[in-house]
């Protein structure tokens, strides 16, 4: 895999691990957390959550600028890690009142904002060696899949860790409790003889007589197991600094010698303030036009950043800065839309999906059990695949029949129904991610070869019209079931709760728009960006992505106020919209990856 690619690309690979390994806890339980540990409704936990992952990339664009101005690239990345350790062990700290737990969850976004944007920038800046630079996209899909190996064991080891302090106490996960143990708590719940039946089908300890008791037990316990998870986040994170350390010489090292073309970027007071004029403007613009003031200062700080941009490049640079401008206002849609994974598709994996499957579909939600799997999958293509050694597809042909035996142990031996927890579709993403890399890559190695292949701006509109595809999935999955504005707070009835393959049919989908999107955007920014707004180009690919996460609160917003299937019509139209823009100006974008 890392064939013909410098020995750096490694080093990359593995200290992102550990970000992505905390990235996707977040993900998977954060707005879980939230609502279990404080009882804050879906707007709420949604602005919580918007709002770490708009700071998580704003602050790369801080990140960049710093990079950019120093030249301490690695430097700037090794404090990024230590301060993101920080934040983790933080959040695994039990018993915070919830303005400790946003601080310690903005800690986490400055040490993101210091290492993400610059990891990336030090990986463009490997392939601007003419030796490698036709690699660059290959490169960055590489990198990609990579860091997904550590986001896809953080659902499963969250998970884990949570129900193993609930069985410790007593207890056994039921997502839909904590809701309904604080409206015990408040008075607010009615059917009291129900929730009775609830409580004693998860205690170990027989059944429940005092519900007050039991509510504040349970909610007590269920968020501890979070804080626990968030101490494994934190571990990840300490693997990952170590490899930094022992190996970040193998990375570029921009701060010892920079280009004699670079030209500074001049400090002007009337730039700054035209930056800072232009913020204000649009920010209370949209402020007295929708009233939302998180979502005015997100877009006052992409307008500044725009009009610095655009000020700041000389007449040379000015095409490709607009041209990258451009792709950023398709990105924000994209992650407007993308992120919902670990907001309202998360709500609805733990409220509209089954609790229970069959063996077979189990095999997906165990940890062991899809490891089997994906070997015995793993083993199969080993053995069909002709450019392999004959040994090698002999210990294909080994992990196939052993690992498919195992499967099927797994499979025929287990209960004929199985809990499944809703954290656990975040590992679906990632998954989908290290499986379809491969496949990806070599259909556009199988187009190059042919002439065919698409250009990088094509690929970023074709990604968007995949990911209309995923939203539809999920509108077709959400025509039947009784919406939360129609429940009122009320459990939602079994019958509205659907198969999890409309979920996971769901991640498919966008995961694959995510492998023609993310990472080729990345490398459009790392090919068309001048050479001294590396770092500041990448921070503001991240700035436009952390507006996209900033109106991630469309969806918690209007989760409880449209019908299911109108909610996910909205980024439906999002994408496909994005992609008409995209394909406006494609030759625009096509004449400078030329």
């Known amino acids: 895999m890392f064939k013909n690619h410098p020995k750096g690309l490694i080093v990359a690979f593995f200290a992102n691990m550990g970000e992505r390994f905390g990235f996707y806890t977040m993900m998977a339980i954060l707005v879980l957390f939230l609502q279990a540990k404080y009882g804050v409704n879906a707007e709420t936990a949604g602005s919580i959550y918007s709002s770490f992952y708009f700071a998580i990339y704003a602050l790369a664009l801080l990140g960049g600028i710093i990079a950019d101005a120093t030249k301490k690239y690695k430097t700037v990345i090794l404090s990024g890690i230590i301060i993101m350790f920080i934040g983790y062990l933080l959040m695994a700290i039990p018993g915070m009142p919830l303005s400790m737990t946003v601080i310690f969850l903005f800690t986490i976004a400055l040490g993101n904002g210091l290492f993400k944007g610059n990891l990336q920038a030090v990986v463009g800046q490997m392939y601007d060696n003419p030796k490698y630079e036709k690699l660059r996209d290959k490169a960055y899909l590489i990198f990609y899949m990579g860091i997904n190996v550590g986001a896809f064991f953080a659902p499963f080891a969250a998970t884990a860790v949570r129900d193993w302090w609930l069985k410790t106490n007593g207890f056994v996960h039921d997502g839909s409790l904590p809701a309904l143990c604080h409206q015990v708590i408040s008075g607010k719940l009615t059917h009291s003889t129900q929730f009775a039946e609830l409580a004693s089908s998860v205690s170990l300890n027989g059944p429940i007589t005092d519900i007050n008791k039991f509510a504040q037990d349970y909610i007590d316990v269920f968020s501890k197991g979070y804080n626990y998870a968030f101490a494994v986040a934190a571990g990840a994170m300490l693997v990952s600094l170590l490899v930094y350390i022992l190996f970040s010489k193998l990375l570029p090292n921009k701060e010892v010698t920079t280009s004699a073309k670079e030209v500074k970027v001049e400090k002007s007071f009337k730039k700054i303030g035209i930056s800072l ?224 393959y409309w979920l996971m049919s769901s991640y498919l989908v966008l995961t694959i728009a995510e492998l023609f999107l993310s990472p080729m955007g990345l490398s459009f920014v790392s090919k068309v960006s001048p050479i001294r707004f590396q770092g500041l180009m990448q921070g503001g690919w991240l700035l436009a992505t952390a507006v996209g996460n900033k109106l991630l609160g469309i969806g918690s917003y209007f989760w409880d106020r449209l019908e299911l299937w109108q909610l996910w019509a909205i980024f439906v139209i999002c994408c496909l919209a994005s992609a008409a823009f995209i394909f406006s100006i494609m030759k625009r974008l096509e004449r400078l990856t030329k």
């Open 277 to 500: 004029g232009t913020i204000l403007v649009v920010g209370f613009a949209i402020f007295f036009a929708f009233g939302n003031a998180d979502i005015a200062f997100a877009f006052g700080l992409f307008a500044g950043f725009v009009a610095w941009m655009m000020q700041a490049s000389t007449k040379e640079e000015l095409p490709r800065v607009t041209a990258l401008l451009l792709v950023f206002v398709v990105v924000i849609f994209f992650w407007m839309s993308f992120h919902q994974n670990g907001l309202t598709q998360t709500m609805f994996a733990r409220d509209y999906t089954v609790k229970t499957v069959g063996p077979f579909t189990y095999l997906f939600f165990n940890l062991w059990y899809i490891l089997a799997f994906i070997g015995t999958v793993a083993g199969l293509v080993m053995v069909l695949s002709k450019k392999l050694k004959k040994q090698m597809r002999i210990l294909g042909g080994v992990l196939f029949a052993g690992l498919g035996f195992l499967t099927y142990i797994f499979y025929s031996h287990g209960d004929p129904q199985h809990s499944i927890a809703p954290e656990i579709f975040q590992s679906f993403n990632p998954l989908f991610i290290v499986s379809l890399t491969f496949l990806v890559m070599g259909l556009f190695t199988w187009l190059a070869n042919r002439g065919k292949e698409p250009s990088t701006p094509k690929k970023i509109g074709i990604g968007m019209i995949i990911a209309s595809f995923g939203f539809l999935i999920m509108l077709v999955a959400s025509l039947d079931v009784v919406s939360p504005v129609q429940l009122q707070g009320e459990a939602v009835p079994d019958t509205s709760r659907v198969s999890p």
